[in-house]
């Protein structure tokens, strides 16, 4: 078996301890098998493969809890709904899978999607037969007849886009366990979700609903995550026995305590509302929603940081699959976020990414760290990261990637052009008045 020796670099292992300068790592196979003196005197041992790293940064592959990997970066919910078809999408997404591993992630869950693509790509991906990240999945998000954050777009039963709505109990388990037979690592629910004659995001589940979806899906061993933006449905998806919340926005002092009490792992997703809210006018957002992003980051910030203070596992995910957040470019922007907004330092926002989020995919114990017996997925780059985290989500400073034991090429994915179909075509910008014409 083929052996590897990163030699003599500064190592950022992923469990919160300083970096170790001077440290080498001897990978064999798809396993880190030991760290530091051992590993030098090993490698030369079994003539490994030198690689020297002096200088630079090792560390853990980054590990994004939070994709869309089918979704193909819509910028709006009439391209999400209605300008994807099974074949293209799956094609777009493992291509797109490409372009997140080479951002330096080389583990993700993809929370839903299109389609059951995820389920596919992730044993594609597993088998050799499409390059990616490790990857866990899931399929459908379930929703209600009410809704997600695409309002009337949602049916009023069957599936659309990335949803699908169940009417009554008996239906909750029926599709819960058909999303497991079809391979679903983990079942979503949209608990939150927007209505025309609202603002924001209401609550459209029961308590009682939840905890069909999670005694159902528990019982076949998958957990479930919620999308949660408010305090009640925070609340209840946590008594119900839901495994990872969401955003959980606005969360207020029983839900905190709820949380804690039962450390059920959190994921604010920051990502995407720091970007509108501090690039959205370059993307041409408007100011109203920046604003109201802002204060959700600055509010429900607060309380993150209490949770993370109390033991509660904080998870870093990017929500890429977005126009405003494109695959491969903003995988590590949760750690700035979680910098300045929550007042953890780099290096606790790295073990985050890192083997904090080994929760997120279930594999805690396997990834996310630089220790002997853990899968070999290390990025080395240019930099201290644990002076500042920013430095991850510039590419330029990649040096060696490597997913599963195996090295990936770093070099740029040429960019596609969009299929036929897949964009909005709009006829003009603004209505062609006659005052325009003659005015």
């Known amino acids: ?39 030098d005197v090993a490698a030369a041992a079994s003539h490994a493969t030198v690689i020297d790293v002096s200088g630079l940064t090792v560390m853990p592959g980054l590990i994004d809890a939070h994709v869309h990997i089918t979704l193909g970066e819509p910028a709006s919910n009439d391209e999400l709904f209605f300008r994807r078809e099974p074949a293209s999408a799956a094609f777009v997404a493992a291509h797109n899978a490409r372009k997140v591993l080479q951002a330096g992630v080389t583990s993700f869950l993809d929370v839903d999607g299109l389609f059951n693509i995820g389920p596919a790509l992730r044993d594609a991906i597993a088998s ?18 009410v809704g997600g954050t695409a309002g009337r777009f949602i049916p009023d039963h069957g599936t659309a886009g990335y949803a699908e709505v169940v009417r009554d109990k008996d239906e ?9 037979k079809d391979g679903s690592d983990v079942i979503k629910v949209h608990v939150t979700g927007a209505i025309p ?77 720091a970007n509108l809210d501090e690039y959205g ?11 109201v992003f802002h204060r959700e980051m600055e509010q429900t910030g607060a309380m993150m940081r209490r949770a993370y203070d109390a033991g509660v596992p904080l998870l870093c995910g990017s929500e890429s699959g977005f126009s405003i957040t494109p695959y491969g470019h903003w995988h590590a922007r949760e750690m700035e976020v979680f910098v300045e907004h929550l007042g953890l330092s780099p290096l606790e926002a790295i073990t985050c990414c890192t083997s904090t989020n080994a929760v997120a995919l279930g594999q805690q114990g396997e990834v996310g760290t630089i220790e002997p017996g853990r899968r070999a997925d290390v990025l080395v780059l240019e930099g201290d990261p644990s002076r500042d ?3 991850l989500g510039d590419k330029s400073r990649f040096r060696h990637l490597i997913c599963r034991g195996r090295e990936v090429d770093l070099a740029p994915i040429p960019e596609r052009t969009p299929l036929h179909t897949e964009k909005t075509a709009s006829w003009s910008a603004v209505p062609l008045t006659w005052d325009m014409v003659h005015g």
Not at 281 to 291: E, F
């Open 1 to 39: 078996m083929a052996e590897l020796l990163l030699s003599r670099g500064t190592v950022i292992d992923g469990t919160g301890a300083a970096p170790r300068l001077d440290t080498s790592v001897l990978v064999s196979g798809d396993r880190i098998v030991s760290v530091g003196a051992e590993a």
């Open 128 to 145: 050799g037969a499409v390059e990616g990240p490790t990857m866990k999945a899931g399929t459908y998000a379930l929703m209600t007849a």
């Open 172 to 180: 909750m388990i029926r599709v819960v366990r058909r999303q497991v």
């Open 197 to 273: 004659t609202r603002s924001g995001e209401i609550q459209v589940w029961t308590r009682d609903e939840l905890k069909v979806v999670c005694d159902t899906a528990h019982d076949l061993g998958v957990r479930v995550s919620a999308h949660c933006r408010g305090d009640g449905a925070t609340l209840d998806s946590i008594l119900a026995g839901v495994d990872i919340i969401w955003h959980a926005s606005y969360m207020g002092e029983a839900s905190l305590e709820a949380m804690v009490d039962r450390k059920v792992a959190v994921g604010p997703v920051f990502t995407f509302l």
């Open 281 to 291: 006018a370059k993307a041409g957002a408007a100011s109203s929603v920046q604003d």
């Open 389 to 391: 985290v920013s430095i």
